[in-house]
């Protein structure tokens, strides 16, 4: 008896961000822990996608990590590994643009990925 395929989930990313896991330099994500992404786990499959376009890359994840803000997010993996063309500082302000206090205080997600 064969297994199902695992379902993909799609995500929206801003095209700066995936041109950079298009190219492979962008190994983790940043995501507000919502409840839709509570039971992402290592092996499942991410189709990001940009919003109003075909364009889409995709990516196994390779391990999930929890952290109380994004400031613990930068400080527990490597910044570069999140933005390799910003400096740690300005990833956090670009974050925090992105994801306002109420949303960071949900606890944020780095979720290292591989393209496939």
């Known amino acids: 008896m064969s ?5 993909v989930r799609e ?24 409840p839709h992404l509570e039971d992402l786990a290592a092996g499942q499959l991410i189709r990001f996608r940009i919003k109003g376009t075909d364009e889409s ?3 196994l994840v390779k391990r999930v990590t929890a952290y109380d803000s994004f400031e613990a997010l930068l400080d527990g993996e490597d910044p570069a590994r999140v933005n390799s063309t910003a400096s740690r ?28």
């Open 57 to 59: 890359c995709d990516v």
């Open 11 to 34: 995500l929206n990313l801003y095209r700066r961000y995936f041109d950079l896991v298009a190219a492979g330099t962008k190994t983790i994500e940043v995501r507000v822990k919502y």
């Open 89 to 116: 500082e300005e990833q956090l302000r670009n974050i925090r643009e992105i994801y306002g206090p109420e949303k960071e205080a949900l606890g944020v997600l780095a979720i290292e990925i591989e393209r496939v």
């Open 3 to 7: 297994q199902a395929p695992t379902p």
